[in-house]
């Protein structure tokens, strides 16, 4: 157990509708990071915050968005959903030291019917 | 050209086999070097880390950085059944944003 969790488990939506995810950060983490795997794609990083605030950002469509919020959950937005967005999506934290690493939470898949 | 390479394999080995896996890479900025194993559907769990070049050991496991070729590699001793997954490699440079660019994945079959 990395110590990520991630909710819900598995959404099943269909074209044009919008859902969030949802994540919570190991205890002291202050950054998160969003990934997308498709089938035939490996993991392609979405966006990162750190203490709240947008750090990064990937190839993250602009139907999607994020944020982090005080208490340091995190939470992604996908809206207008396409068939193609179907994939699992990863939340990662990651503490503060330039040594420390990404731990993975056990994912979201998403079904876009 | 992506700015980590990876074989996807599928790789398949017996029980007890040495397995190596690699990675190469483009971008000389990178100092952070990671491997995950990833069971199907699940989220990729760490499984080796190294910062800058060199090797690192951790039982079965061992990690290879050679920063020269940009080239990476995981090998794993006496493999396992359960050793079967996906391994992915990651890669950072040292930034803030530490944002990882992953390898697309390596599946191994360890047949027992």
């Known amino acids: 157990d990395s110590g990520v969790t991630q909710t819900p488990k598995h959404l099943i939506t269909a074209t044009g509708q919008r859902v969030t995810l949802r994540c919570s950060p190991r205890s002291g983490d202050l950054s998160v990071y969003w990934y997308q795997q498709s089938l035939d794609q490996g993991l392609q990083f979405l966006i990162q915050y750190y203490n709240g605030e947008e750090r990064a950002k990937g190839n993250i469509l602009e139907r999607f968005s994020a944020q982090q919020f005080p208490d340091l959950h995190s939470e992604l937005n996908l809206s207008s959903l396409e068939l193609g967005d179907s994939a699992l999506y990863f939340c990662?934290?990651?503490?503060?030291?330039?040594?420390?690493?990404?731990?993975f939470g056990p994912g979201t898949r998403l079904t876009v019917l | 050209q992506k700015e980590v390479e990876q074989d996807p394999g599928p790789l398949s080995v017996p029980e007890g086999a040495i397995v190596s896996l690699n990675c190469t890479y483009s971008n000389s900025a990178f100092q952070y070097f990671m491997w995950y194993r990833q069971y199907s559907r699940k989220g990729p769990e760490l499984l080796m880390y190294t910062y800058s070049s060199g090797n690192k050991e951790d039982g079965r496991f061992t990690a290879q950085v050679d920063k020269s070729s940009k080239y990476i590699s995981l090998f794993i001793r006496d493999s396992q059944p359960s050793d079967s997954a996906t391994y992915l490699c990651a890669m950072s440079a040292l930034s803030g944003t530490y944002k990882y660019i992953f390898g697309t994945g390596t599946r191994l079959k360890v047949l027992a």
């Open positions: 990662a934290s990651r503490g503060q030291g330039h040594k420390d690493t990404q731990y």
